[in-house]
């Protein structure tokens, strides 16, 4: 651990990077896959199944931590890691995904965003600087800029002019945030599905010499195909120095292909939000526990696993939980889906290090492709 923000790049396996980050809270080992905290929970999840499962950092979000239990009062309990016991870094999400997810709850211009709260109707209001102000109440370590994030497919005119303006919030952030020593502001590529765009913003964004640049606006309605072909134009503009963040994304075959695009940092609901609906992640590919054919399978999930959902309980209990619509079902397919992911980038990283990202890339495939294994 150090004192201030620190980005090492270790090794390199075709476009893969292999890195570190180190910060006063802790190592980030990277890639790294970061599970969403959003009100400071991980959906069904203990904190500590969380770290004991490979994580190094959580996120948390600026717009729901500014609706409950809001950031002053985060503040005068000692900031979000004392309130939530999460020793390592966070890192906030600005509201910018927000302004896109609630559109039809906020109003939009220059200085800022007016949302209308989804929980009681109140106003609320977000500019560049209150949003880092809000992340600097909540104690974040890395903070994202607030942005204007546009669902694909969009016209080009109201992309560029999100884009433009993303670009201006950027710097006022960059100001608002000044220097904070140990803690990082990231910027956020937007020009969704243009790759004109997408350079100027992340030439622009360069420019302001900031710690760490996430790409932002894809995931939300493109193609897979659309999403790594602008992470081939977007990443080359950016400082090789400096850690590269895909927002939002996704599931384990989108981050096996964009970490072979160069990403270094991931986040996504989908672990969590599949394990509630019944959905586990594996190696060898999704498996649907509501199906018919495991409420008699006496077999585990993955009987090689290190996770004791995957590991010591059975498909036939796990498929009864959840057609029941019990608690604990969600929790322990979290729990699995969770742990298979900090797997999957254990084993990229590994790779990497041994310059067989490549192999592994096919090898991960191919087993996805095989399928679950037979029914009893």
Known sequence: MHDTFQFTLKATSGKARLGEISMPRGVIRTPAFMPVGTVGTVKAMYLDQVREGGADIILGNTYHLMLRPGPERVARLGGLHELIRWPGPI?????GFQVMSLSGLRKLDEKGVTFKSHVDGSTHYMS????????????????????????????????????????RWAERCRVAFGEQPGKAMFGIVQGGDIPD????????LKQLDLKGYAVGGLAVGEPQDVMLKMLGITLPVLPVEKPRYLMGVGTPDDILKSVAEGIDMFDCVMPTRSGRHGLAFTRRGKVNIRNARH???MRPLDDQSNCPAARDYSRAYLHHLVRSNEALGGMLLSWNNLSYYQELMQGIRKSIEEGRFEDFKAET????ARGDIDPV
Do not use: F, Y
Request: glycine share 4%; proline share 5%.
């Open 91 to 95: 890192l906030t999400d600005s509201g």
């Open 128 to 167: 560049p600087e209150r949003s880092i102000e809000i992340q600097g109440m909540l104690d974040s370590d890395i903070q994202m800029q607030l942005d204007e994030c546009v669902a694909l497919p969009a016209e080009p005119k109201e992309i560029e002019r999100a884009m433009e303006m993303s670009l």
């Open 197 to 204: 765009l997408r350079v100027r913003s992340a030439e622009g």
């Open 295 to 297: 409420a008699e399978d």
């Open 365 to 368: 495939m191919e087993m996805w």
